[in-house]
């Protein structure tokens, strides 16, 4: 299943896809992000992951043009206790090396308490990790 969000000028902002093989939600934002479209879109993922009974996602900013520090406070702050009661307990970021997306995402790995994450720069890297998640402690 795949969702798709749009702003009020009918560009797709984030696609959300459910992954049942890696057992994971991937979402991709793209363009400029609003912080009412980070958190329409943080919360339609997160629901989708408690949907799945998931536990990861997967979530790849390498399209978006711009920071997103305009919604930092509100993602560490709210959204991410609340996607750990979700089921969250981990998030692999997706970003472009040495741009506005990437800074912004260091900013949120270095905040975030409520789950682990991580940044990557390729997919493999990044669904490898998510998937050390499910294998046996």
């Not at 206790?81 to 741009?99: C, D, F, Q, T, V």
């Amino acid at each position: 299943m795949t969702k798709e969000l749009v702003n009020p000028f009918g560009r797709v902002y984030l696609t959300i896809k459910e992954d049942p093989q890696h057992r994971l939600i991937y979402v991709n934002w793209m363009g400029y992000l609003t912080e009412e479209n980070i958190k329409t879109g943080a919360r339609a993922y997160t629901n989708a992951l408690a949907e799945a009974g998931f536990h990861c996602v997967l979530n790849d900013t390498r399209l978006i043009i711009g920071s997103w520090d305009h919604s930092m406070d509100w993602v560490v702050n709210d959204w991410a206790p609340n996607a750990a009661k979700a089921g969250l307990k981990r998030i692999a970021m997706l970003a472009n090396p040495e741009s506005l997306g990437e800074s912004s995402a260091s900013t949120f790995l270095s905040e975030v308490k409520a789950f682990e994450a991580k940044s990557f720069d390729n997919l493999d890297s990044a669904r490898k990790w998510l998937a050390g998640y499910y294998l046996p402690k």
